[in-house]
Nanobody, 131 residues
Framework: EVQLVQSGGGLVQAGGSLRLSCTAS????????IGWFRQVPGTEREGVLC????????YYADFVKGRFSASSDTAKKTWYLQMDDLKPEDTATYYC????????????????????????WGQGTLVTVSS
């Protein structure tokens, strides 16, 4: 079964850190790139951080620059979102989405800004930041 399983959300105080995980199964990890998104109830989903091997770049939303970073572990087939210096306004459900590297017109900026590809989505994980 093709799926992404997320973990790592929770409650943290402002200024704290969390690391979210997104583990792949049912597809070839190295053939995909990852985007991280978040959504607050009643609002549209927004891109947080997106990578792309097609342009070799990582796109960061302005509100996370210098605070969030991405990494991966091929052996564990897992992508990570490291979130530091968390703020109450970072409270949201966070989603990962994997996109095949050969998707037409794929780049990190487009992925984060809502260009639609054939994505595989994780189930989401709630991050709550208390003040």
């Amino acid at each position: 079964e093709v799926q992404l399983v997320q973990s790592g959300g929770g409650l943290v105080q402002a200024g704290g850190s969390l690391r979210l995980s997104c583990t792949a199964s049912g597809f070839t990890f190295d053939d995909y790139t990852i985007g991280w998104f978040r959504q607050v109830p009643g609002t549209e989903r927004e891109g947080v951080l997106c990578t792309s091997s097609s342009d070799g770049l990582t796109y960061y939303a302005d509100f996370v620059k210098g605070r969030f970073s991405a990494s991966s572990d091929t052996a564990k087939k897992t992508w990570y979102l490291q979130m530091d210096d968390l703020k109450p306004e970072d409270t949201a459900t966070y989603y990962c989405a994997a996109v095949h590297n050969k998707e037409p017109n794929l780049n990190s900026r487009r992925l984060c800004l809502g260009y639609r590809y054939r994505e595989i989505w994780g189930q989401g994980t709630l991050v709550t930041v208390s003040s």
